[in-house]
C-alpha cells in the first residue's frame, strides 16, 4: 500500500458491530466479563480501548512500522522513553530542540540519575566524542525546532548501531509524509499528535512506533504501567485528521516554499531558515532524506530588538499568535518568550534563537493572503 492510501485505510478493519466505516469512540473505561477474566480482549481503559487500538494501527501503518501506541501528549510518549532507561545511564541528544523536551530532560529526568548531553548533530560525527559504556540512548528531531537544522538519521543510525545505541527520532515536523525515520534506521518514531497528525489544533496528543517487537513491549509495558494514554474521544479525532494528512502536507510544503521565498527577498528580513534553500547547510540531505521540506519557516529581522519584533507579530491578521503548529491555520510565535523560554537565555542565543526570531507555521490558507498579511505587518 502507498502512503496515501495508507493514511485513509492504514492498520484500520470494519467495525465488527455494525460495519461503521469509521471505528466508533469507544467512551468507555471497562468491559463486561461473562467470567473472571472472560473478555473479548478489552478489560480496563489504560490497557486497551479499541478506538485508540484503530488509532495506533494506524501510527504503525503510516510510519512504516509494527506497533504504535499512543499517549496523552507528546511528552508523555517521550516520558515513556527515557522510562526505558535507568539510574546511571547517559543520552545524547540534539542541542536545538523542542523546548518541552529540553525541560523533561534536565528538570526531571536527571533528577533521576540520567544524564544528558546536548550536542550539535549537523555533522554526525560529533556524537562518537560523546559515546561511553554508559550510553544508552540518542535522541534526535529533525528538521530541528526553531532552527530548521537537518540531520542526517541514516548517518546517526550508523553511529547508534556501531555502539549498540537505540535511536530515537522525534518526526513531529516532518511527518511521515515526508521522511520515514524507522526506514532510514531509527528504533523508535516519536510524534507530538498534536500538530500535524492531528492537523486541526483541537487535540494534544503523543504517539510512538517501532519495528521490533521487543522494545514494542517494553514500551507497552511503561504505557500500561505509567498510565499516560489518551482517550477514545482524541483517539478518533486523530484518526481523522490522519485521513487527510498527505493532502495537507503537499498544501503546506508549497505554501511554506512561497513564503520562504517572500522572506529572503524582503529588505527588512535578514536570516530565513528553511531546508529547502540551495544554501541551506544541510540542504543536500533534507532532499535525500526527505520528500519535500515542511510548512515551517523561521526567520530573524535585521533590527534585533525585543519592542521590534513584538510589533510585528501583533500585527499579524491571519497568522495567529499563539503556541504550537501544524494545524491547518498558520501560527506565528515568538521562541524566545514562548516555545523556548524553558530554555536559559545563554543556552538559547547559542543555538541562535535570537530575540528576533519569529516561527511560522504555515497553514493552508490561500497563499496571496498570507504573504499579504505578513507584509503588511513587516510595514
Ligand atoms: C509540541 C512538540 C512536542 C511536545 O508535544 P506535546 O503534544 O505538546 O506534549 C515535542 N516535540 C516537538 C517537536 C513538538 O513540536
Known sequence: MKF?????????????????????????????????GGHKGYAYSRTHNPTRHAL????????NGHYGLAFGSGLAAIDAVIKLLKAGDEVISTNDLYGGTYRLFTKIFEDFGITFHFIGMENARNIEAYVTEKTKLIWVETPTNPMMNIIDIKAVAAVAKKHNLLLAVDNTFATPYLQQPLDLGADIVMHSATKYIGGH????????????????????FIQN????????QDSFLALRGIKTLHVRMQRHCENGKAIAYFLKTHPKVDKVYWPGFEDHPNHQIAKEQMRDFGGMVSFTTKEDSYEEIVKVVEKLKIFTLAE???????????????????????????IGVKDSLIRLSIGIEDIDD????????LG
Open 225 to 232: 504501567a505509567s498510565g499516560a494514554i489518551c482517550g477514545p
Open 324 to 350: 504550537s503548529l501544524g494545524g491547518v491555520e498558520s501560527l506565528a510565535g515568538h521562541p524566545a518568550s514562548m516555545t523556548h523560554a524553558s530554555i536559559p537565555k545563554k543556552e538559547r542565543e547559542k
Open 4 to 36: 496515501n492510501t495508507k493514511t485513509i485505510h492504514g492498520g484500520q478493519e470494519n467495525d465488527k458491530a455494525y460495519n461503521a466505516v469509521m471505528p466508533p469512540i469507544y467512551q468507555t473505561s471497562t468491559y463486561a466479563q461473562s467470567t473472571p
Open 201 to 220: 489544533s483541537d487535540l494534544v496528543m503523543g504517539a510512538l512506533v517501532v519495528k521490533d517487537q521487543e522494545l514494542s513491549k517494553r514500551l507497552y
Open 370 to 377: 498570507l504573504i499579504e498579511d505578513i507584509k503588511q505587518a
Open 56 to 63: 495506533e494501527n494506524a501510527f504503525a501503518s503510516i510510519e
